[in-house]
Nanobody, 126 residues
Framework: QVKMEESGGGLVEPGDSLRLSCTAS????????MCWFRQSPGMEREGVSC?????????WYDDSVKGRFTISKHDWEQTLYLQMNDLKPEDTATYYC??????????????????WGQGTQVTVSS
């Protein structure tokens, strides 16, 4: 049974940091490209950062998070991470991890992914 579970969200103040985790089971993460998406109420789900399945681990970041967020994929742990620094109120959203077999480093349409997690809430507020 495939399962992906996000954790690490919470309520923080502007400028704080969080590290999100996405732990997968039921499939071999090493053959999957992985992405983080986020969604705010009334908004479409948007790509935040992605990492390729390939050994080079190519990454992509949305312009809004470049220089602040870092994605990493630990295949031996079956875990995807998103280190988020210098958080801003506009980062407030539910964050989801997504997996695509042999996926690359750029986000695809939401229906193109094989698996999704249930999401973890990140709220940035003073």
């Amino acid at each position: 049974q495939v399962k992906m579970e996000e954790s690490g969200g919470g309520l923080v103040e502007p400028g704080d940091s969080l590290r999100l985790s996405c732990t997968a089971s039921g499939f071999v993460m090493g053959t999957y490209g992985m992405c983080w998406f986020r969604q705010s109420p009334g908004m479409e789900r948007e790509g935040v950062s992605c990492i390729s399945w390939e050994r080079n681990g190519a990454t992509w970041y949305d312009d809004s998070v470049k220089g602040r967020f870092t994605i990493s994929k630990h295949d031996w742990e079956q875990t995807l991470y998103l280190q988020m620094n210098d958080l801003k109120p506009e980062d407030t959203a539910t964050y989801y991890c997504a997996a695509k077999l042999f996926g690359g480093s750029h986000p695809l349409g939401i229906y193109d992914y094989n698996y999704w997690g249930q999401g973890t809430q990140v709220t940035v507020s003073s």
